[in-house]
């Protein structure tokens, strides 16, 4: 071989180690910010379902209540619960939420019972109305009950629990329109009433959780009307701090955050984490969709593997690593000792999963980069 063949030989080598270096430092920096990993499949795929936890007989129960399945279309609107014990990996059948299949659902713990909230139907023409009905689903005995319906009907809310006893609906879509209410649900009186309401632009899609008497919301889509066409869908990057006054838990008072320094997110999982002290979010997708998983820009959506949260203590935002899988189409996040649970939703090219992504939040958060002054 030639001295210059040798010097081309090597390099060919050289270029050749530097492309596997770079792939294992790329492979060592995912799974460094990866904090989960997929395991138990539900028993079918299932997206823009609710999902909360409950007890039956002192076991803490996983649930999943109603939503869409894998081809998408207004035929594919359900009401099926599957629930899953804890510890535990198998997925059982419970009976149906009474009346028509519905998306947008929200549903919360409350006693150890779950309160299923809301939602809309999807006609075969495309017509969507949003539900009134709220009922308690019974784990133990695996039955339902009515309670007081919404006042004012919303899917595609955020459901919040304050003191075991009320439950608060934060926005959310009413038949035609986004309303800016702040609904409360008493359970002790099985009634309704108005709290403050939410300051920013009223939202559907948007994300929260509650830590004592402070809740955090963010994101979701706003309505925006033209003189030349006409009203669209747009993403509302921005967040939301609201403290319950410790006597009038009908009193809130409001105040706009620095925002968390990602795209405004659509339909991400989010929950109020006691143990932690933050209200963490996942997931998501920064162009807000039909509940097909195509934008109301046309353009197909992708998830996000994204998890940051709001720590109370300080008000600061934290980076919190990324998710095995991009996912997106959730409405909620349950937390359970120390892991956080993600149940069905949309993957890449608006997959409808089966899968459950279990995630643990790191030891030391990071900072991140730029919180967004209002």
């Known amino acids: 071989m030639s001295d210059a063949q040798a010097y081309r030989t090597r390099q060919i080598l050289n270029a050749v ?12 920096a995912v799974a460094e910010t990866s904090i989960g990993n997929t395991e138990s499949v539900l028993p079918e795929p299932v997206s823009n379902n609710a999902v909360a936890w409950g007890m039956a007989d002192g076991q803490t129960v996983l649930v999943s209540l109603m939503g869409l399945g894998p081809e998408k279309t207004w035929r594919d609107v359900h009401a099926r619960v599957y629930a899953r014990p804890l510890p535990g990996s198998a997925w059982s059948t419970l009976p149906p939420v009474p009346g028509p299949g519905r998306l947008a659902g929200t549903a919360v713990q409350l006693g150890g019972d779950v309160i299923v909230i809301g939602g809309y139907t999807v006609a075969e023409d495309g017509n969507e109305s949003s539900v009134s009905r709220v009922q308690r689903l019974h784990l133990a005995r695996g ?9 004012v009907p919303v899917d595609d809310t955020v459901a919040l629990v304050y003191k075991d006893r009320y439950v608060y609906l934060v926005s959310g879509w009413h038949d035609h329109g986004n309303v800016n209410l702040v609904q409360v649900y008493d359970a002790e009186t099985d009634r309704w009433s108005q709290a403050t309401p939410f300051p920013g632009r009223p939202l559907f899609g948007h994300a929260g959780g509650i830590v004592d008497r402070t809740l955090v919301i963010c994101d979701g889509v706003a309505l925006r009307t033209h003189v030349d066409r006409p009203r669209g869908f747009e993403a509302e990057p921005a967040c939301f701090v609201g403290v319950i006054d410790a006597a009038d838990p009908r009193r809130i008072e409001w105040r706009r955050l620095p925002h968390h320094g990602g795209p405004g997110l659509y339909r991400a999982a989010a929950t109020g984490s006691a143990r932690l ?10 162009n807000p969709y039909n509940y097909d998983g195509i934008g109301y820009d046309g353009s197909p959506s992708a998830p996000s ?63 991140v980069r730029q919180a967004v002054e209002p």
Not at 18 to 28: F, G, K, P, R
Not at 143 to 151: E, G, K, N, S
């Open 17 to 28: 180690l530097l492309v596997l270096a770079t792939l294992v430092a790329a492979a060592s």
């Open 305 to 367: 593997a994204r998890v940051f949260g709001y720590r109370v203590a300080d008000g600061r935002w934290l980076e919190l690593g990324e998710l095995p899988v991009a996912s997106m189409d959730h409405r909620g996040l349950v937390e359970y000792g120390d892991d956080f649970f993600l149940i069905g939703g949309m993957r890449e090219r608006q997959q409808v999963s089966d899968q459950v992504l279990r995630f643990r939040l790191p030891m030391t958060p990071k900072p």
């Open 277 to 286: 002290g933050l209200i963490v979010f996942a997931g998501g997708s920064d």
């Open 143 to 151: 039955d339902y009950t009515d309670l007081a319906p919404m006042p």
